[in-house]
């Protein structure tokens, strides 16, 4: 029974680690040229207080940038265009998947390990 919990949590962490492979990718394009050109998922806005912003579907309006935030429930809000120092987009990540896996496979080769060490034991 303490084996299958072990794999059990093994599996769940295996899942946790890859479901994260993505990175931030400061752009070099302005805000208006950006979002024209169809970047309408998510943006990470760096505010010129240092502050971050997490906005999705953004649009420019007027003099700033609107969207809704990850709140729960979400809400509105807006930036003025003046006060981001810079924009960063969301791209899977190549290098974070490979990591990911790799870890993975050691969390659950050394789960498995762990059990059979204990089996013969008779610690279980």
Not at 25 to 48: C, F, M, Y
Not at 65 to 93: E, K, N, W
Request: hydrophobic fraction near 45%.
């Amino acid at each position: 029974m303490r084996a299958q919990r072990t794999l059990l949590l093994a599996v769940a962490l295996a899942a946790l680690t890859t479901s994260g492979c993505t990175m931030w990718k400061v752009e070099s394009a302005p805000l208006p040229t950006l979002i024209a050109d169809g970047e309408r998922g998510t943006l990470r806005i760096t505010r010129s207080d240092n502050s971050v912003v997490i906005l999705n579907q953004p649009t420019i309006v007027n003099d700033s940038i609107v969207g809704s935030t990850d709140a729960d429930p979400p809400q509105r809000a807006a930036i003025p265009l003046a006060d981001v120092i810079f924009v960063q987009t969301r791209h899977r990540s190549f290098e974070k998947t490979v990591e990911g896996v790799g870890t993975t496979a050691q969390v659950i080769i050394g789960a498995a390990y762990l059990s059979v060490i204990l089996l013969i034991y008779r610690i279980l």
